[in-house]
């Protein structure tokens, strides 16, 4: 036997030890994980669809794993502001970012945009529903057609609110604009509650907003449902009409809620976290609780959601191209 062979096996050997030691290494993060309080930023303020959905969620994995998930609001910057928190944050799966279609966007929306998609690991996709757009009770249009009758006679005239620049209830709106071939003059605000609260007081004709948000007004009769954006009817407003009825086309922009992690966490974890919030996606109790928030549980495989990211991204960039949408 040479001194090569032995240095050869010895050198298999420890690959072989190495292997072994990262596999355990690995399963025992995946056990010992949480040890402590973790936290998920949310990119709204509190009392949204965004953040009773976090809160839903984190409420589950404490009850599972033992320990507290704590919601932070952090808004502003159209996601940006959270987004940016997270990408700095250490990737050990103790800060997570409940974020969605605005995470896509604002690469391509925003000049300078603080993160790239590189810097986050998908962890799960959460939800997907629709926004829904609505009318003032004193505005001079009672459904879509005579909104888009009215816009194309008078472009660039009437205004549309929206939670903020880049969310996803403002891209619905610049989609439609582009698909109606019609002009508006986006008012960007802090959230859907300034929004709505505008509209119901007679301020701002039409607002898009998330559905969750805008149920409770809408079922009061403070403001009139125009269209929602799924490619279907939505069960919980089967009278409203959906956007593409009314333009007779394929229009659909549904918004998508999920959870990423830095860059660099470790798998063991984002395993761990994908395993736990598929089991909470799966029990009727939360999916009525998300159906009357507006929207529908989607789970599924961390790979599913990096599929999912790359193809939104493409998709809103061609969007921002074609409507020639900027950061106001």
């Given at each position: 036997?040479?001194l090569k062979?032995?240095t050869?096996?010895g050198?298999?050997?420890?690959?072989?030890?190495?292997?072994?030691l990262?596999?355990?290494?690995?399963?025992?993060?995946?056990?010992?994980?949480p040890?402590?309080?973790?936290?998920i930023?949310?990119?709204?303020?509190?009392?949204?669809s965004?953040?009773?959905?976090?809160?839903l969620?984190?409420e589950?994995?404490?009850?599972?794993?033992?320990?507290?998930?704590?919601?932070?609001?952090?808004?502003?910057?159209?996601?940006?502001?959270?987004?940016?928190?997270?990408?700095k944050?250490?990737?050990?799966?103790?800060?997570?970012?409940?974020?969605?279609?605005?995470?896509?966007?604002?690469?391509?929306?925003?000049?300078?945009?603080p993160?790239?998609l590189?810097?986050?690991?998908?962890?799960?996709?959460?939800?997907?529903g629709?926004?829904?757009?609505?009318?003032?009770?004193?505005?001079?249009?009672?459904?879509?057609?005579?909104?888009?009758?009215?816009?194309?006679?008078?472009?660039?005239?009437?205004?549309?609110?929206?939670?903020?620049?880049?969310?996803?209830?403002?891209?619905?709106?610049?989609?439609?604009?582009?698909?109606?071939?019609?002009?508006?003059?986006?008012?960007?605000?802090?959230?859907?509650?300034?929004?709505?609260?505008?509209?119901?007081g007679?301020?701002i004709?039409?607002v898009s907003?998330?559905?969750?948000?805008?149920?409770?007004?809408?079922?009061?009769?403070?403001?009139?449902?125009?269209?929602?954006?799924?490619?279907?009817?939505?069960?919980?407003?089967?009278?409203?009409?959906?956007?593409?009825?009314?333009?007779?086309?394929?229009?659909?922009?549904?918004?998508?809620?999920?959870i990423?992690?830095?860059?660099?966490?470790?798998?063991?974890?984002?395993?761990?976290?994908?395993?736990?919030?598929?089991?909470?996606?799966k029990?009727p109790?939360?999916?009525?609780?998300?159906?009357n928030?507006?929207?529908?549980?989607?789970?599924?495989?961390?790979?599913?959601?990096?599929?999912?990211?790359?193809?939104?991204?493409?998709?809103?960039k061609?969007?921002?191209?074609?409507?020639?949408?900027?950061?106001?």
């Open positions: 036997m040479t062979t032995i050869r096996r050198l298999i050997a420890a690959a072989i030890g190495l292997g072994t990262a596999a355990t290494g690995s399963l025992r993060a995946q056990e010992a994980y040890d402590k309080p973790v936290r930023v949310v990119p709204s303020s509190p009392g949204g965004a953040d009773a959905i976090a809160r969620m984190a589950r994995l404490s009850r599972a794993l033992g320990q507290q998930f704590i919601i932070e609001n952090r808004g502003g910057g159209g996601g940006n502001i959270a987004t940016d928190i997270v990408a944050s250490a990737p050990d799966g103790y800060t997570l970012l409940l974020t969605g279609n605005n995470h896509t966007i604002n690469v391509s929306l925003f000049p300078h945009s993160y790239k590189e810097d986050f690991t998908p962890v799960i996709e959460l939800t997907r629709p926004s829904v757009f609505v009318a003032a009770t004193n505005a001079p249009f009672r459904d879509l057609k005579s909104l888009i009758a009215q816009a194309k006679a008078s472009p660039n005239t009437i205004p549309f609110g929206s939670p903020g620049i880049g969310l996803p209830s403002h891209i619905a709106f610049e989609l439609f604009e582009y698909e109606s071939k019609i002009r508006m003059v986006h008012v960007p605000y802090k959230g859907s509650g300034p929004s709505l609260a505008d509209a119901m007679g301020h004709p039409v907003s998330t559905l969750a948000a805008a149920m409770p007004h809408i079922q009061a009769g403070r403001l009139i449902a125009l269209a929602v954006t799924s490619p279907k009817r939505w069960p919980s407003l089967p009278d409203t009409p959906t956007a593409a009825e009314v333009l007779k086309n394929g229009y659909s922009h549904l918004t998508w809620l999920g990423l992690a830095p860059k660099g966490t470790p798998a063991a974890v984002v395993k761990r976290l994908n395993e736990e919030m598929n089991k909470a996606l029990d109790e939360l999916s009525l609780r998300l159906e928030l507006g929207t529908a549980p989607v789970g599924g495989s961390a790979a599913a959601m990096g599929r999912m990211i790359q193809e939104e991204y493409i998709s809103g061609a969007l921002i191209k074609a409507a020639k949408l900027k950061a106001e």
